[in-house]
């Protein structure tokens, strides 16, 4: 079973910043692309940035020039620095991995979720 825990969530003002991360665990062969995800209240979940191993990325015209997504494969780990923040930016940010396993089958597991609050 794999697990992922975000942490780094929390309340910021209005152009201040904060780090989200987020740890994969468990019994897995390698990890593909990792991500993350956010949904504000009443909307569908939507794509904020993915890292693939290779370190390419992949970025939401909403955050482009304002976050960065990186990742450590040693520790599993994809981080993703959100600056200038506005209160729009206001959700639970989910991150998620594609996991292969030692069979070669690839599987996506989400994180619990970690609320990120900006307050105007």
């Known amino acids: 079973q794999v697990q992922l825990v975000e942490s780094g969530g929390g309340l910021v003002q209005a152009g201040g910043s904060l780090r989200l991360s987020c740890a994969a665990s468990?019994?897995?062969?390698?990890?593909?692309?990792m991500g993350w995800y956010r949904q504000a209240p009443g909307k569908p979940r939507e794509l904020v940035a993915t890292?693939?191993?290779?370190?390419?990325?992949n970025y939401a015209d909403s955050v482009k020039g304002r976050s960065t997504v990186s990742r450590d494969n040693a520790k599993n780990t994809v981080y993703l620095q959100m600056n200038r923040l506005k209160p729009e930016d206001t959700a639970v940010y989910y991150c998620?991995?594609?996991?292969?396993?030692?069979?070669?089958?690839?599987?996506?597991?989400w994180g619990q979720g970690t609320q990120v609050t900006v307050s105007s």
């Open positions: 998620n991995s594609d996991v292969i396993n030692d069979r070669g089958y690839q599987y996506r597991y």
């Open positions: 468990g019994s897995f062969f390698s990890i593909n692309v």
């Open positions: 890292i693939t191993s290779g370190g390419n990325t």
